[in-house]
């Protein structure tokens, strides 16, 4: 056989997702389609009240009527199962206990108060509408700012404050720098609330077995294995008595990364009753009760010397993280990560960044993706910007001065992060090539001699991703989330299985992991079978989240791959007596190097299993190989976008000319995924600074709640995205990977934020909020218009110059 056939030629290919064809042909298998006999339906009736204390509730008429099974209230769970509570190590941290219903009092609308379970969901629709709830109004807390003054009513009292969270980062003397700085630039920054809106709401469905006692839930969870763990310990139950599985799962987007009351409701019940229970979300539902995302405010100065090199940073970060803290991932999760992300890919000297998370009459804030990065670099790259115009230098130009370098790595961020590695300069340099920078500007100066409002943002940002378990994936969280194991068999039919702890929800991790395999071990791409989303098919797993799957399952997938592969060449040794160090493995087969002699992999397990004497005994081994894979620290990603964009000062519409991202994920195990999932999160990070918004009014009532309200963006109204891989090597991972999956959410918001500040610039507005919806640019663009002219025409010369 050639050396070729050495050669891995799987990572790095184009392969062809191996899931489509399941999907798209219908053949998926999703939480709700899960068909089981007999199985009864849940249905909550959900409080309408932002806050408000329970009075009564009277259950007594639903729970009469015909096909009615079982109603339950927070009282009927009494000693069923404990609270959860979100634990971290943190200082000034308050978690919260969180019941499957509310108890005493509700904190949002659309908390669930009362479980109906019916033969069907019509049944338990209608008995829901009979349930009698009477309550008392409270004074509902909407603003995160009012929320955490000393005389705000509590939220929950056994904290004694709303303000759940306080943490300060710091480096230097940030105040000092700046104020002996030549030049200053500040703002107050709005990233408003977002919704994951993923195209499959949440769902679950148990089935307990009595005679074995056994629960098996199959819900759409991006994390099997932290459910897993969390419901054995809530329903005192062995862990390999409990089983979580997440098939196929429809997007997840951090939404799903999260523990909720109707999981647990529904195993609970279903446990109590012996019949399987099954609980899915409207759209409506969905909307208002799965985790939101982002909703931070900031103030923050940046400070530069007189040749443009940053010198210090400084920020008041406050994250509104509605009612709860949510489990596991704590209410720190996202105000914390703004703070310590917030110096970006930039040399900062000095660094102080205080935040604070406060809780409000909202639905809970979770994960989302990007998790305070896309808010940090929508501050940082704002700011840069700014500053760049005060020093009448070109945005690019000022992020080549401030930007790490190659022999600065591995450098300590202002905040404590370490980037180990990544082409932050290259990545730049990169975009600014695919969209010929310089003939853009030129372009750029031609449109607003025309009259129009053309702008061109540049947005640089920096992550860590596959975090190893060094760092938590949430502040102070007692979970490892550093680790991933993965156990490759060869069967007695010569078939390859690879089992992850890691959970898919579009990701392509079947087939990504599968071309990993193959070139660690040598196999054929079409023998592999990877199993993922499923707590069963590991010892200890969590799931899929913070950019973690590629890099630390991919690792493990090597590792127990090239164990695997000893074994292999250990048993072919002895079956072509030949030293080990002469054989090799490639495309499903072993063969001697310089010879003929070759074996598939399916004659050589019929020889290891099922053919008695062509092994010795001793030789005799299990063809399967466990290893667990932690990377210690994770590793840096990075990335610029480039967006310009026009202005439509009648309307307030946004039309993105052109887009460009060039990314640094290191060594690519398929580039068409990884540009699938570059130009999904673009897509996302377009909403966020566009057009998505969670509204509420006043009296904490959902305003958004359905896609009539709620804009995602449509397919025309998204551009044709240019992607630039720069694969630089990440010397602390094993494979050379780095995570992508959150990145073009983090770069786009700031990218169009910037676009659009630059088109504005002319008029002398700025952008300090997001998403910039239609209206308010229509009514910045008309404020500042009506400025000009009043000043251009002061005794109201616009009138009469319209009718001439």
């Not at 998926?28 to 409080?47: K, N």
């Not at 404590?416 to 340099?429: K, Q």
């Not at 052109?658 to 068409?672: F, K, Q, S, T």
Request: glycine share 10%; hydrophobic share 45%; charged share 25%.
């Amino acid at each position: 056989m050639s050396d070729l056939a050495l050669r891995p030629h799987h990572i790095g290919a184009r392969v062809k997702r191996v899931e489509d064809p399941r999907l798209l042909s219908g053949q998926g298998a999703f939480a709700a389609d899960r068909g089981v006999p007999g199985a009864l339906q849940m249905v909550l009736r959900r409080s309408e009240h932002a806050h408000a204390t329970i009075v009564a509730i009277d259950t007594a008429v639903a729970a009469s009527l015909p096909g009615v099974v079982a109603v339950y209230t927070a009282a009927d769970l009494e000693g069923l199962v404990a609270p959860l509570r979100a634990t971290s190590r943190m200082r000034n941290y308050h978690a919260t206990e969180l019941f499957p219903l509310a108890r005493g009092k509700v904190r949002f609308v659309g908390e669930p108060v009362v479980a109906i379970v019916a033969d069907n969901r019509d049944i338990a629709e209608d008995a829901a509408e009979l349930v009698e709830i009477t309550y008392a109004p409270l004074p509902a807390l909407g603003d995160p700012d009012a929320a955490a003054h000393d005389d705000a009513p509590l939220l929950h009292d056994e904290a004694g404050t709303n303000v759940l969270l306080q943490r300060e980062f710091a480096r230097g003397d940030a105040g000092a720098e700046i104020a002996g700085a030549a030049v200053r630039v500040a703002g107050r920054f709005r990233f408003r609330r977002k919704a994951p809106a993923a195209i499959e709401p949440r769902a679950a469905v148990a089935e307990y077995d009595r005679g074995r006692r056994t629960l098996t839930l199959t819900a759409t969870t991006q994390v099997p294995g932290i459910v897993r763990d969390a419901l054995a310990d809530l329903l005192d139950m062995p862990g390999h008595s409990v089983r979580v599985v997440a098939a196929d799962v429809g997007g997840g987007f951090g939404g799903k990364a999260s523990l909720y009351g109707e999981d647990i409701l529904v195993a609970l019940i279903a446990r109590r009753l012996g019949r399987a229970v099954r609980w899915s979300a409207t759209r409506m539902e969905d909307l208002a009760t799965t985790t939101h995302g982002f909703d931070e405010i900031v103030e923050a100065e940046l400070a530069l010397d007189r040749d443009g090199r940053i010198v210090a940073l400084a920020a008041e970060a406050t994250g509104d993280v509605g009612a709860y803290s949510i489990y596991p991932w704590t209410c720190a999760l996202e105000p914390v990560q703004v703070a310590s992300f917030l110096p970006g890919p930039y040399r900062v000297a000095a660094y102080r960044g205080r935040t604070r998370a406060v809780a409000t009459n909202k639905t809970p804030l979770g994960p989302y993706r990007g998790v305070g990065r896309p808010i940090a670099a929508f501050v940082m790259e704002r700011l840069v910007d700014m500053a760049a115009r005060r020093m009448g230098l070109d945005p690019v130009e000022l992020r080549r001065r401030n930007l790490v370098r190659d022999n600065e790595f591995p450098y300590r961020v202002a905040s404590g992060l370490v980037w180990d590695r990544s082409a932050f300069i290259e990545t730049l340099d990169r975009a600014c090539a695919a969209i010929d920078y310089d003939a853009l500007r030129a372009e750029q100066s031609e449109a607003r001699a025309a009259g129009r409002l053309y702008g061109i943002g540049v947005a640089s940002y920096a992550e860590l991703t596959g975090i190893g378990s060094r760092i938590s994936a949430a502040p102070g969280m007692p979970i490892n989330t550093g680790t991933e194991t993965a156990t490759v068999r060869l069967d007695s039919t010569g078939a390859v299985t690879a089992a992850f702890g890691v959970s898919a929800h579009g990701q392509g991790l079947e087939t990504t992991l599968a071309q990993v395999v193959a070139d660690a071990l040598g196999a054929h791409l079409a023998d592999i079978r990877i199993l993922q989303g499923d707590s069963a098919v590991v010892a200890h797993g969590t799931g899929s989240y913070a950019s973690r799957s590629a890099v630390l399952a991919g690792g493990a997938a090597i590792a127990a791959a090239r164990l695997l592969k000893e074994k292999i060449i250990r048993a072919a040794s002895h079956l072509f007596e030949a030293a080990g160090e002469d054989i090799e493995a490639a495309d499903g087969r072993v063969f001697v190097r310089g010879t003929d002699r070759t074996m598939s992999f399916r004659d050589l397990a019929k020889a290891v299993y099922s053919e008695m004497g062509r092994l010795p005994p001793d030789a005799r081994e299990e063809m399967e190989a466990t290893q667990v894979y932690d990377p210690v620290f994770g590793t840096a990603s990075s990335a610029t976008h480039i967006a310009a964009v026009e202005i439509d000062a009648e309307t307030g519409k946004v039309t993105i000319l052109r887009y460009v991202v060039a990314e640094d994920c290191g060594r690519l195990i398929n580039p068409m995924i990884v540009e699938g999932q570059v130009h999904g999160g673009v897509a996302q990070g377009i909403g966020a600074a566009l057009s998505e918004e969670i509204v509420y009014d006043a009296a904490g009532q959902l305003l958004s709640a359905s896609f009539l309200d709620y804009a995602l963006p449509r397919a025309a109204d998204l551009p044709f995205i240019a992607t630039r891989h720069v694969e630089s090597a990440a010397p602390g991972t094993l494979g050379g990977f780095r995570g992508m999956g959150e990145g073009g959410t983090i770069g786009a918001p700031a990218a169009i934020a910037n676009a659009l500040a630059d088109a504005l610039a002319p008029l002398g507005g700025e952008v300090s909020e997001l998403p910039m919806t239609p209206e308010r640019l229509w009514r910045l663009v008309g404020t500042r218009t009506e400025r000009g002219l009043r000043r251009r025409y002061p005794l109201g010369g616009r009138q009469s110059t319209r009718a001439k």
